[in-house]
Every structure is written in structure tokens, then in C-alpha cells.
T-cell receptor, first 115, second 112 residues
Framework: GAVVSQHPSRVICKSGTSVKIECRSL??????MFWYRQFPKQSLMLMAT?????????EQGVEKDKFLINHASLTLSTLTVTSAHPEDSSFYIC???????????FGQGTRLTVV | GENVEQHPSTLSVQEGDSAVIKCTYS??????FPWYKQELGKGPQLIID?????GEKKDQRIAVTLNKTAKHFSLHITETQPEDSAVYFC???????????FGTGTRLQVTL
């Protein structure tokens, strides 16, 4: 399958600071990337969908000013958690698909801990 | 919106036995049903998928069946091995909407 690389795999940050997570499609061009959040022993909750060159579409209840998403190229999307708080601690996962109807491949996830 | 239910939440089988995980979905417009395997601390890995124009698909020890009328689909793993132990998620989506709705996950434990 296609390779999606997510960086960093783990990050610890102080409350009030911002953290950027990168998601790259290594061997294909991703027209659409998705960002998910996963709490321990729970399912994946979609946060937002981003299409290259346009604004992200956020799911209900997700603050777009807190979770900034940029999809500037066909191989890179970034999620920035702004003014992080302990309740933002979670496992964040991106996925990418090359075209509508195409398979979605996931990155390895980022464990964010806000202290 | 779409709602996907998954059962069981935990499943323990002996090595060599078969494992079956079942999902139901609510949106009749859904036409794409992937299954993912997630190991601890890692992102989900696509293991098999099926589209609504197919009733069954098989890949070595893994098979998926789809009943569009009843709106349910199942994952079958035969000859289970310890390395099959993981959390498995089903998902449903439509090609045009692009996004997937995930089930709640099944923790599969294969014991020796």
C-alpha cells in the first residue's frame, strides 16, 4: 500500500504553546487528507477534511481556530494545535487518499501530551 | 449522517481458530467498506476493503462479506495467528463524500 508519514510520533509541550504535526504522502499525490483524533481505547473521530489548495472542512464541534490545518501541497498537510491545554492530549492521526473513491492510508500517528 | 456499529468489542480466540467481526451501517448511500488493523501506538493499517457492487472479497486468510440489503458487513479471519492480535476497525463511506465513519473497534486476542 501507499506510504503516509506523520511527524513527530511523540511530542510533549507546555500548556499554552502551539504544536505542529506534519503528514506527508511519500509515494503518491494526496488530493485529500483527513485528520483524526483518538482517545485511549476509543474509535477514530474525524476532526477535519482538507483538500489541497482550499480551506479545510471541520466537523461539528471542532474549533477551526484552535486546530489549524494547512494543505499547501499535494504531499503535505499540517495540523497545528494552538494554545494547547491538557485536555488536548490525545493521539492524532492523519490519512490521505489520492482521489475521490480511492483508498485511504494512515500515518503512524502522533501522541501529544500537554503538561 | 452515517452511523456504524461494530461487534463484539473484544474477541478472544485460540490460535488456528477463526474470528468474525460484524458491522452494521445506517446510510444506504454508503458504498465503500474498508477494514483496518491497529496495533498499539500505531496508525490504522488497511487490510481489506469491499465496494457495494461486490458481495464478498478474499485475500489469503482474510475475507469480507457485504449484505447491502441488510446493511451489514463482516470480517472473517481464518487460521488465526498471535500476530493477528490487534484492534480492528470497520468503516463506511461514499466515494463522492470521501470521508469515512468508523466503527467502535474490536480488540482481538489470539491465544496460544
Amino acid at each position: 500500500g501507499a506510504v503516509v508519514s506523520q511527524h513527530p510520533s511523540r511530542v510533549i509541550c507546555k500548556s499554552g504553546t502551539s504544536v505542529k504535526i506534519e503528514c506527508r504522502s511519500l509515494d503518491f499525490q494526496a488530493t485529500t487528507m483527513f485528520w483524526y483524533r483518538q482517545f485511549p481505547k476509543q474509535s477514530l473521530m474525524l476532526m477535519a477534511t482538507s483538500n489541497e489548495g482550499s480551506k479545510a472542512t471541520y466537523e461539528q464541534g471542532v474549533e477551526k481556530d484552535k486546530f489549524l490545518i494547512n494543505h499547501a501541497s499535494l504531499t503535505l498537510s499540517t495540523l497545528t494545535v494552538t494554545s494547547a491545554h491538557p485536555e488536548d492530549s490525545s493521539f492524532y492521526i492523519c490519512s490521505a487518499r489520492a482521489h475521490q473513491g480511492g483508498k485511504a492510508f494512515f500515518g503512524q500517528g502522533t501522541r501529544l501530551t500537554v503538561v | 449522517g452515517e452511523n456504524v456499529e461494530q461487534h463484539p468489542s473484544t474477541l478472544s480466540v485460540q490460535e488456528g481458530d477463526s474470528a468474525v467481526i460484524k458491522c452494521t451501517y445506517s446510510d444506504s448511500a454508503s458504498n465503500y467498506f474498508p477494514w483496518y488493523k491497529q496495533e498499539l501506538g500505531k496508525g490504522p493499517q488497511l487490510i481489506i476493503d469491499i465496494r457495494s457492487n461486490v458481495g464478498e472479497k478474499k485475500d489469503q486468510r482474510i475475507a469480507v462479506t457485504l449484505n447491502k440489503t441488510a446493511k451489514h458487513f463482516s470480517l472473517h479471519i481464518t487460521e488465526t495467528q498471535p500476530e493477528d492480535s490487534a484492534v480492528y476497525f470497520c468503516a463506511a463511506g461514499t466515494g463522492t463524500a470521501s470521508k469515512l465513519t468508523f466503527g467502535t473497534g474490536t480488540r482481538l486476542q489470539v491465544t496460544l
